[in-house]
């Protein structure tokens, strides 16, 4: 069964940082793409970013392209989001989850980590 434990989100201000981390377990994903997805209040669930795991290729959405950057740990099955020049924009629960394109691949989610950015 496949597992994701999303951490670091928090409160920061607009112009502010954080990095995310994702935890996965379960399975073997060398050969998934990885990815964070966001859902803010009142709003549909949106892809964010994505990265293969095997050559490290990176796509992201128009939205964070330029502020955000994705990376993992194949050693430790672990995908992080670094999050720069945040907006209020960005506030939304973060998840990660492997990606087909830029859709989630698996049914199940974590619980998320909130992020939440004040002006």
């Known amino acids: 069964q496949v597992q994701l434990v999303e951490s670091g989100g928090g409160l920061v201000q607009a112009g502010g940082s954080l990095r995310l981390s994702c935890a996965a377990s379960g399975r073997t994903f060398s050969r998934n793409v990885m990815g964070w997805f966001r859902q803010a209040p009142g709003k549909e669930r949106e892809f964010v970013a994505a990265i293969f795991w095997a050559g490290g290729t990176t796509y992201y959405a128009d939205s964070v392209k330029g502020r955000f950057t994705i990376s993992r740990d194949n050693a430790k099955n672990t995908v992080y989001l670094e999050m720069n020049s945040l907006k209020p924009e960005d506030t939304a629960v973060y998840y990660c989850?492997?990606?087909?394109?830029?859709?989630?691949?698996?049914?199940?989610w974590g619980q998320g980590t909130q992020v939440t950015v004040s002006s």
């Open positions: 989850n492997a990606v087909v394109g830029r859709s989630p691949a698996f049914e199940s």
